[in-house]
Protein backbone atom coordinates (compact mmCIF):
# COMPACT_ATOMS: atom_id res chain seq x y z
CA UNK A 1 0.00 0.00 0.00
CA UNK A 2 2.85 2.39 1.09
CA UNK A 3 4.32 2.11 -2.23
CA UNK A 4 1.51 2.90 -4.43
CA UNK A 5 0.45 5.56 -1.83
CA UNK A 6 4.38 6.95 -3.41
CA UNK A 7 3.69 6.42 -6.64
CA UNK A 8 0.66 8.16 -6.80
CA UNK A 9 2.56 11.59 -4.57
CA UNK A 10 5.46 10.58 -7.66
CA UNK A 11 3.40 10.69 -10.58
CA UNK A 12 0.72 13.82 -9.34
CA UNK A 13 -1.69 11.84 -9.81
CA UNK A 14 -4.27 13.95 -7.53
CA UNK A 15 -7.68 11.94 -8.33
CA UNK A 16 -6.79 9.03 -7.08
CA UNK A 17 -5.34 10.66 -3.72
CA UNK A 18 -8.74 9.95 -1.59
CA UNK A 19 -6.94 6.51 -1.26
CA UNK A 20 -5.40 8.69 1.68
CA UNK A 21 -8.27 8.99 3.54
CA UNK A 22 -9.02 5.46 2.98
CA UNK A 23 -6.30 4.67 4.51
CA UNK A 24 -6.94 6.13 7.85
CA UNK A 25 -10.14 5.43 8.27
CA UNK A 26 -10.00 1.71 7.30
CA UNK A 27 -6.22 0.51 8.17
CA UNK A 28 -6.23 2.48 11.68
CA UNK A 29 -9.72 2.13 12.17
CA UNK A 30 -9.89 5.53 13.32
CA UNK A 31 -13.47 7.35 13.73
CA UNK A 32 -11.41 10.61 11.66
CA UNK A 33 -8.49 11.11 10.81
CA UNK A 34 -5.39 12.63 12.28
CA UNK A 35 -5.94 16.21 14.00
CA UNK A 36 -3.18 18.22 11.58
CA UNK A 37 -2.71 21.31 13.02
CA UNK A 38 0.10 23.46 10.40
CA UNK A 39 1.83 26.61 12.06
CA UNK A 40 3.69 29.16 9.50
CA UNK A 41 4.90 32.66 9.54
CA UNK A 42 2.02 35.06 7.43
CA UNK A 43 2.41 34.38 3.88
CA UNK A 44 5.46 32.03 4.11
CA UNK A 45 5.98 30.59 0.80
CA UNK A 46 6.93 27.07 2.22
CA UNK A 47 3.82 26.81 3.91
CA UNK A 48 1.70 27.94 1.36
CA UNK A 49 3.24 25.34 -1.14
CA UNK A 50 3.25 22.77 1.60
CA UNK A 51 -0.61 23.03 2.24
CA UNK A 52 -1.77 23.03 -1.16
CA UNK A 53 -0.03 20.17 -1.58
CA UNK A 54 -1.54 18.80 1.43
CA UNK A 55 -5.28 20.18 -0.11
CA UNK A 56 -4.42 18.55 -3.71
CA UNK A 57 -3.72 15.38 -2.17
CA UNK A 58 -7.26 15.46 0.34
CA UNK A 59 -4.89 15.34 3.54
CA UNK A 60 -7.40 17.03 6.04
CA UNK A 61 -6.33 20.35 7.82
CA UNK A 62 -7.73 21.36 10.66
CA UNK A 63 -6.65 25.05 11.10
CA UNK A 64 -3.62 27.13 10.42
CA UNK A 65 -1.92 29.31 13.16
CA UNK A 66 0.22 32.17 11.16
CA UNK A 67 2.31 34.24 13.47
CA UNK A 68 1.87 38.20 11.96
CA UNK A 69 3.17 41.39 13.16
CA UNK A 70 6.31 40.46 14.74
CA UNK A 71 9.65 41.22 13.66
CA UNK A 72 10.69 38.23 12.28
CA UNK A 73 7.22 37.80 10.93
CA UNK A 74 7.63 41.13 8.89
CA UNK A 75 11.06 40.09 7.84
CA UNK A 76 10.21 37.10 6.41
CA UNK A 77 7.34 38.07 4.75
CA UNK A 78 9.84 40.50 2.46
CA UNK A 79 12.74 38.42 1.66
CA UNK A 80 12.52 35.03 2.22
CA UNK A 81 12.37 33.09 -1.32
CA UNK A 82 11.71 35.94 -2.82
CA UNK A 83 11.78 35.44 -6.60
CA UNK A 84 9.84 36.28 -9.82
CA UNK A 85 8.87 32.41 -11.05
CA UNK A 86 6.90 30.83 -8.68
CA UNK A 87 4.34 32.04 -5.98
CA UNK A 88 1.65 30.42 -4.39
CA UNK A 89 -1.69 31.45 -3.58
CA UNK A 90 -2.54 33.79 -0.89
CA UNK A 91 -2.63 31.68 2.11
CA UNK A 92 -6.44 33.38 2.68
CA UNK A 93 -7.26 32.26 -0.46
CA UNK A 94 -6.33 28.68 0.13
CA UNK A 95 -8.19 28.24 3.19
CA UNK A 96 -11.09 30.03 2.35
CA UNK A 97 -11.58 27.19 -0.49
CA UNK A 98 -11.61 24.24 1.85
CA UNK A 99 -13.27 26.35 4.87
CA UNK A 100 -10.15 25.79 6.95
CA UNK A 101 -10.07 28.15 10.10
CA UNK A 102 -7.30 30.41 10.40
CA UNK A 103 -5.76 31.65 13.89
CA UNK A 104 -3.31 35.16 13.54
CA UNK A 105 -0.98 35.49 16.66
CA UNK A 106 1.74 37.49 17.04
CA UNK A 107 4.53 34.90 18.61
CA UNK A 108 4.10 31.04 18.22
CA UNK A 109 5.49 30.51 21.65
CA UNK A 110 3.28 32.77 23.24
CA UNK A 111 0.13 31.72 25.09
CA UNK A 112 -2.35 32.90 22.93
CA UNK A 113 -0.95 30.19 20.64
CA UNK A 114 -0.85 27.72 22.71
CA UNK A 115 -4.38 28.29 24.21
CA UNK A 116 -5.46 27.51 20.82
CA UNK A 117 -3.35 24.59 20.32
CA UNK A 118 -4.99 23.03 23.78
CA UNK A 119 -8.61 23.99 22.39
CA UNK A 120 -7.59 21.59 18.89
CA UNK A 121 -5.38 18.64 20.81
CA UNK A 122 -3.52 17.97 17.44
CA UNK A 123 -2.04 14.43 16.74
CA UNK A 124 0.43 16.22 14.44
CA UNK A 125 1.79 19.58 13.84
CA UNK A 126 3.44 20.82 10.48
CA UNK A 127 5.37 23.68 10.38
CA UNK A 128 5.47 25.53 7.38
CA UNK A 129 8.10 28.21 8.21
CA UNK A 130 8.16 29.20 11.69
CA UNK A 131 10.72 30.48 13.76
CA UNK A 132 12.26 28.22 16.86
CA UNK A 133 9.72 26.40 19.16
CA UNK A 134 9.57 26.45 22.58
CA UNK A 135 8.96 23.19 24.30
CA UNK A 136 5.63 23.79 26.16
CA UNK A 137 4.48 24.55 22.31
CA UNK A 138 6.29 21.41 21.23
CA UNK A 139 4.48 19.32 23.79
CA UNK A 140 0.59 20.02 22.65
CA UNK A 141 1.17 17.68 19.39
CA UNK A 142 -0.11 14.12 20.36
CA UNK A 143 2.35 12.64 18.07
CA UNK A 144 5.00 14.83 17.72
CA UNK A 145 6.11 18.17 15.61
CA UNK A 146 7.29 17.71 12.13
CA UNK A 147 9.75 19.88 10.35
CA UNK A 148 11.02 19.78 6.65
CA UNK A 149 14.58 21.23 6.48
CA UNK A 150 15.74 22.02 2.73
CA UNK A 151 19.19 19.93 3.49
CA UNK A 152 20.67 16.80 4.77
CA UNK A 153 20.57 16.14 8.58
CA UNK A 154 22.71 15.86 10.69
CA UNK A 155 25.60 17.86 8.92
CA UNK A 156 23.60 20.49 7.62
CA UNK A 157 21.67 22.23 10.82
CA UNK A 158 20.84 25.44 10.68
CA UNK A 159 21.27 28.48 7.63
CA UNK A 160 21.73 28.33 4.11
CA UNK A 161 22.60 24.90 4.28
CA UNK A 162 21.57 24.60 0.55
CA UNK A 163 24.63 27.27 -0.36
CA UNK A 164 26.88 25.39 2.39
CA UNK A 165 25.99 22.22 0.46
CA UNK A 166 27.20 23.04 -2.64
CA UNK A 167 30.00 25.02 -1.28
CA UNK A 168 30.97 21.87 0.03
CA UNK A 169 30.32 19.22 -3.02
CA UNK A 170 28.24 17.32 -1.21
CA UNK A 171 24.43 15.94 -1.99
CA UNK A 172 21.45 19.11 -2.00
CA UNK A 173 18.10 17.41 -0.60
CA UNK A 174 15.40 17.53 2.09
CA UNK A 175 15.40 16.04 5.57
CA UNK A 176 11.81 15.70 7.64
CA UNK A 177 12.62 15.27 10.77
CA UNK A 178 10.25 15.43 14.63
CA UNK A 179 11.71 18.48 16.11
CA UNK A 180 12.64 19.05 19.63
CA UNK A 181 14.20 22.33 21.71
CA UNK A 182 17.51 22.50 19.66
CA UNK A 183 17.83 23.97 16.11
CA UNK A 184 17.61 21.08 13.03
CA UNK A 185 18.24 18.42 15.57
CA UNK A 186 15.39 16.48 16.29
CA UNK A 187 14.53 12.57 15.53
CA UNK A 188 15.02 12.22 11.44
CA UNK A 189 11.97 10.35 9.42
CA UNK A 190 12.83 10.54 5.92
CA UNK A 191 15.42 12.01 3.43
CA UNK A 192 15.64 12.20 0.11
CA UNK A 193 18.18 14.37 -2.39
CA UNK A 194 17.74 16.26 -5.10
CA UNK A 195 18.99 16.52 -8.63
CA UNK A 196 19.50 20.15 -9.35
CA UNK A 197 21.76 19.80 -12.79
CA UNK A 198 18.39 22.09 -14.70
CA UNK A 199 18.89 25.08 -12.25
CA UNK A 200 20.92 27.60 -13.45
CA UNK A 201 20.61 29.84 -10.01
CA UNK A 202 20.74 29.39 -6.50
CA UNK A 203 16.53 30.54 -6.15
CA UNK A 204 16.15 27.94 -8.55
CA UNK A 205 17.68 25.14 -6.23
CA UNK A 206 15.99 26.69 -3.46
CA UNK A 207 12.49 26.41 -5.05
CA UNK A 208 12.98 23.03 -6.22
CA UNK A 209 13.60 21.87 -2.46
CA UNK A 210 10.67 23.76 -1.53
CA UNK A 211 8.34 21.66 -3.65
CA UNK A 212 10.80 18.78 -2.37
CA UNK A 213 10.00 19.30 0.93
CA UNK A 214 6.04 19.47 0.74
CA UNK A 215 5.93 15.85 -1.16
CA UNK A 216 8.08 14.48 1.48
CA UNK A 217 6.10 15.65 4.11
CA UNK A 218 3.43 13.37 3.01
CA UNK A 219 5.52 10.82 2.23
CA UNK A 220 6.74 10.99 5.93
CA UNK A 221 3.16 11.57 7.67
CA UNK A 222 1.95 8.10 5.67
CA UNK A 223 5.12 6.50 7.09
CA UNK A 224 4.39 7.40 10.24
CA UNK A 225 1.00 6.21 10.16
CA UNK A 226 1.49 3.13 8.51
CA UNK A 227 4.17 2.15 10.90
CA UNK A 228 6.60 1.94 8.00
CA UNK A 229 8.65 4.93 8.83
CA UNK A 230 10.54 4.89 12.36
CA UNK A 231 12.05 8.40 13.84
CA UNK A 232 15.98 7.47 13.75
CA UNK A 233 18.13 10.03 16.74
CA UNK A 234 20.32 11.84 14.85
CA UNK A 235 23.96 11.14 15.28
CA UNK A 236 24.97 14.39 17.29
CA UNK A 237 28.74 13.90 16.64
CA UNK A 238 28.06 14.81 12.96
CA UNK A 239 25.97 17.65 13.44
CA UNK A 240 27.12 21.33 12.27
CA UNK A 241 25.17 24.18 12.93
CA UNK A 242 26.15 26.70 9.87
CA UNK A 243 25.78 30.41 10.30
CA UNK A 244 24.60 32.69 7.56
CA UNK A 245 26.60 32.55 4.47
CA UNK A 246 28.74 35.53 4.37
CA UNK A 247 28.57 37.45 1.21
CA UNK A 248 32.44 36.15 -0.68
CA UNK A 249 31.44 32.47 -0.34
CA UNK A 250 27.66 33.12 -1.87
CA UNK A 251 29.75 34.50 -4.89
CA UNK A 252 31.98 31.29 -5.32
CA UNK A 253 28.60 29.22 -4.62
CA UNK A 254 27.26 31.27 -7.68
CA UNK A 255 29.91 30.71 -9.39
CA UNK A 256 30.34 26.93 -8.85
CA UNK A 257 26.29 26.90 -10.68
CA UNK A 258 28.05 29.16 -13.36
CA UNK A 259 30.74 26.72 -14.24
CA UNK A 260 28.18 23.58 -13.48
CA UNK A 261 26.04 25.42 -16.93
Known sequence: ???????????????ECIIYNRFFYSIHMRVEPPK???????????????????LDFHVPIKAVIIEHKSKLAERIKKTYLKNSFYNPKPIIEICKSKNIK???????????????????KPDYIILGGTRIL????????KFGVLNAHP????????????AWSILNND??????????TGVDSGPIIHQEIIDYSDCKKLIEIRIKLMKKCAGLMIKSLIGLEMGTLKPIKQNTDLGINHPEIPEEKLEL??????EKK
Do not use: W
Open 1 to 15: VIEYLIMIINKKRFQ
Open 36 to 54: IIFLMIDENIQGREMISRF
Open 102 to 120: IHYVENHNEKQCEQILTEY
Open 134 to 141: KEHIINKA
Open 151 to 162: AILPKYQGLDCV
Open 171 to 180: PVGVTVHLID
Open 253 to 258: VNKILQ
